[in-house]
C-alpha cells in the first residue's frame, strides 16, 4: 500500500461502538474485561497462558511447564503435556453434543448434506484406522490435495489423530508445485480425489497427482483417491486405492494416541523472498489453544452460532478457521465446494440466509468482487441471522468496509478484521467484537496476550503515526515453530538479527499504530505480493519464467488492483528479439500458461512487458523500485543517474501488444 494511502486512512474519521445489546452477550463484554485480560496477561505471562491451556483442552497428560525458552527463538510450550487434536475436536463432544451438526456442506450444485458430531467422528476413525492399515505411523508425512468438501477435514483431522503430519497444497496449485511439496516434505502418503468441480468446472486432481508423483524421485507409497465426480482416472496398481475400499470397511474405533504438545501437527507452504516456499510448521498444543482462544474472543463464539469461514483448507485461515478451531469449540459451521458467483452472483447472500449463518469470515477480494458484482444483491436475501462479519488476508479498503458494514451486516453487525499469517496460527491483531470500537480500514488492538507492536531497526517503538515494522515482542503459543528442513531460515527470517538485535518475532509487515493504539497495516517489507489475499514470492514467480526456455532474465513486481489488492507485473528479456506488436499477445498468453504450469493459476502475472534489458545499477542490481512506479503507470521522478542503462526505463513503460 502506498505512503498516500496510508495518509488517508488514518484520517479515518468514523468509529462503530459494539451496541451495549451485543456487548452484554459477548464473551469479552466490554473495554474493561479486555484490559484485565490484557493486564493479566502482562502480569503473569506463563500464569496466564497456562490458565487458558488448561480451561480450554483437554489433556491426556497435564503439563508442568507452560513455557521453556531455553532455546530460543525456539519456543515450546506445555511441552511435557500430552494430547490428541482430534480428541479436542471430536470426542470431547460426544457426550453432550454428539447428536448436533458439525458440518452442514453444501456442494458447488447447491445440495445440502448435514455431518452430525457422531458421523464426523465416525468417519474419522475409520479413516484413520485405514492410515494405520497403510503403516502410516506418527511423525509421518501425508500431502493433501483435495477439494473444498468435508473429506477434507476428515483426512486432516484422521492424520492428527494418529499424529501423521498432514500437508495440504491448495487444489489450485500445479503439478510441479505439488511435485516440490511431496519431495521438500517426503511424505509417504497423497491423498486426493478424482477432479473437483467448481463453479460448474471440473478441474483434475488426481491426473495432477499423477504428474506430480512422476516427476518425484522421492518414493509416495500411497495414493489414496475420493471419488468426487466418478471420471475415469489411471489407477496404479499397489499404489492407488479409493477412498471407499481404503476406508469403508474400517472400523469406527480408533483410540487418539497421546501426543506431546510439540509433536509437528501440520506444515503448510507458503511464499517468502526467495523462490523457494517455506515449509511452516505448527505443533499440536499451542496451535489448537490459538484458534480455540480466537474463537471465543475475535468470533464471540456461541453454542447456537452457524459459522462459516469461506477459506479453503488449502490456506491457514482453512486450517485454523475450518479444519480446527470451529470443531474444538463444538461449533456448527457450514462448508461450501464452490465459488462466489456460480450459478449467480447471489450465491454467498443465497447460502448465509438458507443456513441462517450468524458468523461469516471472509476476503476483503471477496468482498470487493461481489460489490462489483451486484452492490444491491444483499437485499434480495434475508441476512438476519448474520451478527458477525470478518475479514481476512489483506488490508480492507474503507468503502469496501463500509458496504460490507451497511449492506450485508444491516449495519448491526461488528466487523472484525483479523491480521495474522501462517506463521501466527490464528488472528494476532483483531477486535473483539464485544470491547473494541472499530475504525473502518484498521484491524484495531492485540489479542490479550499478544504482544505486538511497530519498531524501528533498534527495536524502539516508533511514535504514533510513524510507520515502521510490525513485531511480536513475547512468543506466543500458536507461532510457527520453525520451518520445515531449514531451521536457519527460520531464524533468520522471523528473528533477523538487524532488527531488534533479534529479540522479536519479525511479522515482514510494516504498519502504524494511531493515537488511539489501533493497528494500520501497510503492506509486506519483502518482496512478497498479496495477490487476492494470498501470498506470492516474487522471486518464486521470475524463477518459474526464467526456467522458460526463451526468457533470459525477469524482474516480476506488484501493482495496486482494484479487486485483487495487488497484480503480479513481469518484465520480461527474451533470448531473442523483443516481440512486435503482431507476435506479442501470442507470446504473452504462452509465458502466462507457463507460469500457471510452474506454480499455479493465481501466479499468472496479469501483464507482462518486454525490454532488452532491465534497469539495474551499475553493481547489476535490478531496481525494482523503479519497475514498481512503471508498473503502476506512474511518473519516474527520482534521479536515475545511478543507473548502468536509463534508456531501458522508456522502452519498458511502452506496451507492446
Ligand atoms: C499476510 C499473511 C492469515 C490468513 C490469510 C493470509 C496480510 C493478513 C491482514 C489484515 C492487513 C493482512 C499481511 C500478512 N494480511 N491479514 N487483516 N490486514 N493485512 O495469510 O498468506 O500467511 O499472509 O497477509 O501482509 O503478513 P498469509
Redesign the pocket.
Known sequence: MSDSKIESILHEERRFEPSAAFTANANVSGMEQYRQLCQQAEEDWQGFWGDCARREMDWDKPFSTVYDGSDAPHHKWFNDGELNISANCLDRHLSTRGDKTAIIFEDDAGTTELWSYRQLHEAVCRFANGLLAAGLQRGDRVIIYMPMRPQAVVAMQACARIGAVHSVVFGGFSAKSLEDRIQDAGAKMVITADESVRGGKAIALKATVDAALSACSHQVQTVVVYQRSGAPVAMQEGRDVYWHDFSDHQSTDCPPVALNAEAPLFILY??GSTGKPKGILHTCGGYLLGSILSMRWVFDYQENDVYWCT?DVG???GHTYVCYGPLAVGATQVIFEGIPTYPHAGRFWEIIAKHKVTTFYT?PTAIRSLIKAGADLPKQHDLSSLRILG??????NPEAWMWYHEVVGGRRCPIV????????GSNV??PLPGAITTKPGS?TLPLPGLFAAVVDEQGNDVGNGEGGYLVIKKPWPSQLRTIWGDDQRYCDTYYPANIAGGRFYV???SARCDEDGYFW?M??IDD?L?VS???LGTMEIESALVANPKIAEAAVVGRPDELTGEAVVAFVVLKGERPTAENATALMTELRDWVGKEIGAIAKPKEIRFGDNLPKTRSGKIMRRLLRIIAAGEEITQDVSTLENPAILEQLKEKIG
Open positions: 507458503t511464499s477459506a490456506w491457514i485461515t476476503a475479514t481476512v488476508g489483506e488490508p480492507i478484521d483479523t491480521w495474522w499469517q501462517t506463521e501466527t491483531i483483531a484491524c511479522a515482514g509487515d497495516i503492506g509486506r512478497v498479496n489475499g494470498h501470498r
